[in-house]
T-cell receptor
Framework: DTAVSQTPKYLVTQMGNDKSIKCEQN?????MYWYKQDSKKFLKIMFS???????INETVPNRFSPKSPDKAHLNLHINSLELGDSAVYFC????????????FGPGTRLLVL | KQEVTQIPAALSVPEGENLVLNCSFT??????LQWFRQDPGKGLTSLLL?????REQTSGRLNASLDKSSGRSTLYIAASQPGDSATYLC?????????????FGAGTRLAVHP
């Protein structure tokens, strides 16, 4: 069984479009995260949700809006896509207390043309 | 602001060599430190996690050390194999406002050739 899954795996779209990436975890964790890995392979946290509540929101443009319908799901919606949004987006989950390892999804490769 | 640096950025070695990958961080107030492996086109796999009170952790051919006061960690890979080829990421876990987040280094891209 896949612990953390993301869909789609690849996403190619035009500038200005709106797109969503979905993430689901079946580990029973209470915290989920979105990370962005840019072309230089630097992985940076974007958002963190604990029990459906936003707890970390790094300096991310407000075109990015995470939504957590329940503890097992954290979706990322991106409005008005820009060229610079092209990256790999990783979802992860963990148990918050005590903080232990995070489990990562396979990534969604987004290319904005 | 916490910054994590990994040296070298890339490494190419023949099979069988023992390797040392380096990670340094600027703020010693970390909760723990974790080493991950990332294969091309794949997600991250956790290799070793060292709590701030620990000095090292071992798993098979991998050994990770932590010197929190000097802001350094090393990942030692013994008897490297072609299957070890991947990007190795170091990440420190900070506790902020009661919640934790990982700060990653840029990684070391390792190529082990037969």
């Amino acid at each position: 069984d896949t612990a953390v899954s993301q869909t789609p795996k690849y996403l190619v779209t035009q500038m200005g479009n709106d797109k969503s990436i979905k993430c689901e975890q079946n580990l029973g964790h209470d915290t989920m995260y979105w990370y962005k890995q840019d072309s230089k392979k630097f992985l940076k946290i974007m958002f963190s949700y604990n029990n459906k509540e936003l707890i970390i929101n790094e300096t991310v443009p407000n075109r990015f809006s995470p939504k957590s319908p329940d503890k097992a799901h954290l979706n990322l919606h991106i409005n008005s896509l820009e060229l610079g949004d092209s990256a790999v987006y990783f979802c992860a989950s963990s148990q918050e207390s005590p903080p232990v390892t995070q489990y990562f999804g396979p990534g969604t490769r987004l290319l904005v043309l | 602001k916490q910054e994590v640096t990994q040296i070298p950025a890339a490494l190419s070695v023949p099979e069988g060599e023992n390797l040392v990958l380096n990670c340094s961080f600027t703020d010693s107030a970390i909760y723990n430190l974790q080493w991950f492996r990332q294969d091309p086109g794949k997600g991250l796999t956790s290799l070793l996690l060292i709590q701030s009170s620990q000095r090292e952790q071992t798993s098979g051919r991998l050994n990770a050390s932590l010197d929190k006061s000097s802001g350094r960690s090393t990942l030692y890979i013994a008897a490297s194999q072609p299957g070890d080829s991947a990007t190795y990421l170091c990440a420190v876990r900070l506790i902020s406002g009661g919640y934790n987040k990982l700060i990653f280094g840029a990684g070391t891209r390792l190529a082990v050739h037969p």
